[in-house]
């Protein structure tokens, strides 16, 4: 069963009363909640992912609820909470549903330390992944948007998760588009399914992206690392690759590592592994045609070659 084979009504139910018990790739979460937004956006956009029966096992209890006061009919807000512990201020509930796409992403990054997890877009084509590490206003997301609509498998927009083996598990979770980057998907790909358009958050404004059908439903197919690119979005630039040294690169994949220093000896050879199959590249880009042209060469030219 999905969350497409549930009414919207059914879907608020359910979450209000037991909870959905929501597969997201290699994790599950049961989700309770009474706010309307939170389940809207899960109908809309978590439409292909596997809803599992509510007696398996969940790796996230997580709830949604309005706070026990004042704010509850004043200026309502939303308070996210994991095993009843509460990691974030509460924000106004018009926010619900990127919050608890925030606080899926803060589950993960602090409880799965089996994998190496790097603050990376990770996109696969032919069996290789394209790790995408960068920081807020890079550009990152809108070209992880722009590539997954142009044929690339969608691994997660937020975290790359390396395993002991080497390979990249997937998440393939709605990608998270800020600001201008909202338009500019709009623009580029008009039938892709964007969720409700918030404003005023902590990242500017904020829309979420559905995960195309084939990255969902292949996503406990992990895969092998093949370049690490450092994007960066400059306006009314030509799409370029730069070759970098992989010694800058391991450093800066480090550097956006969660957990690098905790994982020690073991980050430290996860890291080597992972550069010894990749190649390095910085990337500036302005236009989403030219950047899709590029990355599919890498992708057609690393094919032929294996």
């Known amino acids: 069963m999905n ?10 139910r359910a979450m209000a009363h037991h909870g959905v018990h929501l597969q997201t790739g290699i994790f599950s979460a049961c989700v309770r909640s009474t706010i309307p937004l939170v389940a809207e956006g899960i109908h809309q956009l978590y439409a292909d992912a596997p809803v599992l029966p509510a007696e398996q096992f969940a790796d996230f209890h997580v709830t949604l609820s309005r706070p026990a006061n004042i704010r509850r009919w004043f200026k309502p807000q939303v308070v996210f909470r994991f095993d009843g512990f509460s990691p974030f201020k509460p924000l ?91 338009g500019v998907i709009r623009q580029f790909a008009p039938d892709t399914t964007l969720g409700r358009v918030v404003k005023d958050t902590i990242k500017g404004t904020v829309a979420h992206l559905r995960a195309p059908t084939d990255s969902v439903t292949r996503v406990l197919e992990s895969a092998l690392p093949g370049w690490v690119i450092f994007p960066k979005y400059q306006a009314n630039t030509p799409a370029t690759l730069h070759p970098m040294q992989r010694s800058d690169a391991f450093m800066g994949l480090a550097q956006n590592a969660f957990n690098y220093s905790l994982l020690a000896a073991d980050g430290f050879q996860r890291l080597c592994a ?5 190649t390095a590249y910085r990337f500036e880009y302005s236009n989403l045609d030219e950047a899709a042209q590029i990355f599919d060469a890498l992708a057609e030219r690393r094919n032929a070659d294996s």
Request: glycine letters at 8%.
């Open 92 to 182: 106004p509930v018009d926010q619900a549903f990127a919050l608890f796409e925030w606080g899926l992403n803060w589950c993960i990054s602090s409880h799965a330390h089996q994998y190496l997890m790097i603050h990376a877009a990770a996109i696969e084509k032919h069996g290789r992944v394209a790790i995408l590490p960068a920081p807020p206003g890079s550009g990152k997301s809108t070209l992880t948007a722009g590539l997954i609509q142009r044929g690339w498998r969608l691994l997660s927009d937020e975290l790359t998760l390396i395993g002991a083996d080497g390979r990249i598990q997937g998440i393939a979770r709605p990608v998270s588009l800020k600001n201008q980057s909202i």
């Open 274 to 278: 992972l550069m010894d199959a990749s």
């Open 3 to 12: 969350i497409a084979d549930y009414t919207l009504p059914e879907l608020r």
